[in-house]
């Protein structure tokens, strides 16, 4: 099995990476220690845009093999990128109190785009809860992943255009505004992140694996 | 040209359905109406134009939302979704005839609700006529769609706000703001979207 040797590299990334966070990463002049979320919360977001991108290629897969192990994989992927969303509004919120004094802003134009995005894909749990298994959700589920993905850059330009732009911007044309140490930091806290992604999608399939295995001999002894 | 024949005749079954049962447009006209009235008593004194554009904007959509919930209840109770499926016509069709009929009923609506809008809070301009036509078709293509996918759960009406407000919001940004290039480009990617994704929708029901 590949999965504990994921998870162990997950573990050491990880570990890697908080150390690189704590004590290798200069304290940000402006912001001060508080500014060190920022290694959490960006590779958390991206992390998350990269299970809702993973979810939705799973899904044009499943439209187009009709293979129910991509129906179940875009599920899970987009699960996870549900919690990984609820974690960037959490850490975003945090990092807004640090820096700003208050736990929400709408200037904060990736914050209010992650409210909505979570609140898409919330509601991508209560379809497919209310629809009985089958081809039938697994259609409906497919067919809403794909306009998520479609969702997420039509949004971010409607946030764009409704408020003036406050946010830090970090990362802009001219590539990373940061010192080199910094970005190393950043990188590797977002190859963790995404290793923690892979390692949570993994478990999760292969508890949905069995349970469906369970079922089917279930089905076979009755 | 088969196409237009097909997207023709299910357009006029739904505007004729309506025009015996009467069900939808009365009850879309009242709740625009009703909400109007509340938003006047809801608005502080002396707040006036610039919160009232913002709130013709939330009525608009959820009088949308009402239109859309009933949209495919006569086709799930009747059990007409096998029929349509089984017809010789392309899938599409029936997702482009169900928003052209939803697409009327929220003009009508909308026909009452400007004018009165203006008369209630403050006049309105043509900039503002324009998005609202421009909301208005975003508004029927994506909500057509997803109100198919609702009648198919178990929760149904429940589930289309649940569903579609989210994907509303870029459309409120863009009517408040005025901007028309953006309701423009919503309305082409979704609209295309959900004509090429509609198929799957009805396809196992």
Request: hydrophobic share 60%; proline share 4%; with cysteine.
């Amino acid at each position: 099995m590949k999965l504990p040797a994921l998870a162990a590299a997950c573990t050491g990334l990880m570990g890697l990476a908080v150390g690189l966070i704590f004590f290798y990463a200069p304290t940000d002049a402006d912001q001060g220690f508080s500014q060190r979320i920022f290694y959490f919360h960006v590779p958390i977001a991206l992390t998350s845009y990269a299970c809702f991108g993973w979810g939705a290629w799973k899904a044009l897969r499943y439209l187009r093999t009709r293979d129910e192990r991509a129906d179940t994989e875009s599920y899970v992927a987009i699960h996870q990128g549900v919690v990984f969303g609820a974690l960037t509004l959490i850490t975003g919120s945090i990092w807004a109190k640090a820096s700003w004094g208050v736990w929400w802003s709408w200037g904060e134009n990736q914050l209010v785009l992650f409210l909505v995005l979570f609140l898409f894909y919330c509601a991508y749990f209560m379809l497919r809860f209310s629809v009985d298994p089958g081809p039938a959700r697994a259609n409906m589920s497919a067919v809403y992943a794909l306009f998520g993905v479609v969702l997420i850059p039509v949004s971010f330009l409607a946030i764009r255009l409704s408020q003036k732009f406050i946010h830090p911007v970090v990362f802009n044309a001219h590539g990373p505004q940061m010192a080199g140490s910094q970005f190393f930091t950043f990188c590797v806290a977002f190859v963790a992140m995404l290793a923690l992604f892979a390692t949570l999608y993994q478990v999760e399939l292969a508890g949905k694996r069995i349970d469906a295995h369970v079922r089917e001999l279930r089905e076979l002894l009755r | 040209m088969t196409y237009l024949r097909d997207v023709g005749a299910l357009t006029r079954k739904d505007l004729l359905l309506e025009l015996r049962a009467r069900e939808t447009l009365p009850s879309m006209l009242l709740f625009v109406l009703a909400a109007l009235t509340i938003f006047h008593f809801a608005l502080p004194r002396g707040t006036g134009e610039t919160a009232a554009r913002g709130l013709l904007w939330s009525a608009l959509v959820f009088t949308a939302l009402l239109g859309l919930t009933r949209a495919f209840v006569a086709e799930r109770e009747q059990g007409m979704f096998d029929a349509l499926v089984l017809a010789p016509c392309d899938r599409s069709a029936i997702w482009l005839a169900k928003s052209l009929a939803v697409f009327a009923f929220l003009a009508c609506a909308e026909l009452v609700a400007l004018p009165a809008f203006a008369a209630f809070f403050t006049g309105i301009d043509g900039r503002t006529v324009a998005a609202v036509a421009l909301a208005d078709v975003g508004i029927c293509t994506v909500g057509t769609l997803f109100g198919a996918m609702a009648v198919a759960g178990r929760a149904r009406e429940l589930l289309l706000p649940l569903l579609f407000l989210p994907m509303a919001i870029p459309i409120v940004v863009g009517g408040v703001g005025g901007y028309l290039w953006f309701l423009v480009l919503y309305d082409a990617i979704f609209a295309l979207l959900a004509w090429a994704l509609f198929e799957y929708v009805v396809a196992e029901t």
